[in-house]
């Protein structure tokens, strides 16, 4: 595993204390009972306003603010905290599934890790592709999707099922998972016609001729790009198509409808409505099975209000059909490969880009990713405009066995740019540098804090003329000490 327990504290945040648990010492003023009734006071006042009209925007804002309080401390009455990692992230596995009723119903095509941050109000979502291919099982191995459906057939058990899958994707990304959520097709669609029609922004037109259809057969799935107000059917074929796209696609629509469903369930229209909220859980329980007790849903309720900025991350293999691949127009978060067919039976998989048939779980580069972009989600929201200059002496080159011609600044970058990191110039210095120096213009602290895993014995510096009024937020400048000497 990339991180062990020592490094990952090495990285922890010295300033940010864990989120502190509600105190619960109001409830000696207040009786449960109480709070409901005040809080369907409220409600009522509320809807009693709404469909008459005569509410002003004023009085709406206020009772609308007071019924958020209620509803809050009503929360916090029954809730548990729910479970954090070392990083204070709430970790999900999410899986779908076709359920009994489908052709290999117990697949997971959908598998993408959720990761909450209460202290840094953040949502991250990181997709892997179903056919990465992993070991299981005493030496016998297929695609990553497989595992549950292996493990439910053999025993007739979701959590024993779940937990299997669970272990293979703490293993491949090195992120420890607290909870898993399944959800099926068929709940999926009568989940989101319950909640109502999505509003999502298709990218592309997808024209699938292949998709599933009823007993065995296929039917065509057009879409056309642009924005579209779709139900639970459309929605859930949007989330699953992939013959006339790639999988690195599918995984991005299976989050954008993930944060579309999020937005909906926040918004105002539902969560003022009792007998709708009522509704939607009556729905989720038909829909979802899932680890997370109902006390701990009500925990996380307060770190959905306001809503987090959600950021979206796949690990991807459509940038290695890039001929000639370099920095500058790599796809980034590229860590699998399609393996050699004739290696694997001749079945299409994936492996670590770093791997080869005889060792598919090289998995420390998609570790080192997941790290990044799950306990540093800031990274984007900074967007720092970094530059990578190579300042180091020919001679220092040579004696570490790489020739002046080889593009060390460019391979820097290469590998930051995969990582996440927004590299927008690579080029040479004007002069050889002794040390290794990042010149942070912007004070932007996250960027460079995770220098720290792809740069080594770097000194920062706040200010240079000749840099800072080029238009980068951080230049790197490679020094003679670039390989530790």
């Not at 905290?81 to 779908?96: A, R, V």
């Not at 979701?158 to 090195?174: C, F, S």
């Not at 057969?217 to 107000?229: G, L, P, V």
């Not at 590299?423 to 460079?448: C, H, L, Q, R, W």
């Amino acid at each position: 595993m990339f991180f062990s327990k020592e490094k990952k504290k090495s990285f922890k945040r010295s300033n940010i204390n864990k989120p502190k648990i509600w105190d619960k010492s109001f409830l000696s003023f207040f009786s449960f009972k109480a709070i409901v009734r005040l809080f369907l006071v409220f409600a009522l006042i509320f809807l009693l306003f709404s469909f008459t009209g005569r509410v002003v925007e004023s009085i709406k804002t206020i009772v609308k603010d007071v019924t958020w309080l209620v509803v809050d401390a009503t929360t916090k009455a029954l809730w548990e905290e729910p479970e954090q990692d070392e990083l204070w992230n709430i970790n999900f596995l999410l899986m779908g599934v076709g359920g009994s009723n489908h052709d290999g119903g117990w697949l997971t095509d959908t598998m993408m890790i959720a990761s909450l941050n209460p202290k840094h109000g953040t949502l991250t979502f990181l997709s892997l592709p179903r056919d990465l291919y992993v070991k299981y099982d005493r030496g016998w191995g297929w695609r990553i999707n497989s595992i549950f459906a292996y493990e439910y057939l053999k025993s007739k058990s979701i959590p024993k099922a779940a937990q299997a899958l669970q272990d293979k994707m703490e293993e491949v990304t090195g992120i420890p998972l607290n909870y898993y959520v399944i959800v099926d097709f068929a709940g999926f669609e009568n989940f989101v016609d319950e909640l109502g029609w999505l509003d999502i922004d298709v990218p592309d037109n997808i024209k699938d001729y292949s998709y599933p259809g009823p007993n065995y057969s296929y039917t065509t799935f057009n879409i056309d790009k642009w924005f579209q107000h779709i139900d639970g059917s459309t929605a859930l074929k949007y989330a699953r198509t992939r013959h006339s796209t790639s999988d690195f696609s599918r995984s991005w629509r299976q989050q954008q409808i993930i944060k579309a469903i999020l937005s909906k369930i926040m918004s105002w229209d539902i969560a003022s409505s009792p007998t709708k909220v009522k509704k939607l859980y009556m729905k989720f329980q038909d829909t979802v099975k899932t680890d997370v007790q109902f006390k701990e849903i009500l925990g996380m309720i307060k770190y959905m209000k306001p809503m987090p900025t959600i950021s979206s991350f796949v690990v991807n293999s459509d940038c290695w059909s890039t001929s000639h691949a370099n920095w500058s127009n790599i796809l980034p978060w590229c860590f699998v490969i399609p393996a050699r067919r004739e290696d694997f039976g001749w079945a299409a998989v994936l492996i670590p880009s770093w791997s080869n048939s005889a060792k598919v779980d090289n998995y420390e580069e998609i570790q080192k990713f997941a790290f990044v972009v799950m306990n540093y989600p800031e990274l984007h929201l900074e967007a720092s405009k970094v530059q990578i200059l190579n300042g180091i002496d020919k001679t220092v080159i040579r004696k570490n066995n790489r020739w002046y011609l080889k593009p060390i600044a460019s391979d820097v970058a290469f590998d930051l740019k995969n990582h996440s990191v927004n590299i927008v110039d690579v080029g040479n210095a004007s002069k050889t540098f002794e040390k290794t120096t990042v010149y942070n213009y912007s004070n932007n602290p996250i960027t460079e804090e995770i220098l720290d895993m792809f740069v080594n014995n770097f000194e920062v510096q706040t200010w240079d003329v000749k840099y800072s009024g080029s238009g980068f937020d951080m230049t790197i400048i490679l020094g003679n000490d670039f390989w530790g000497k």
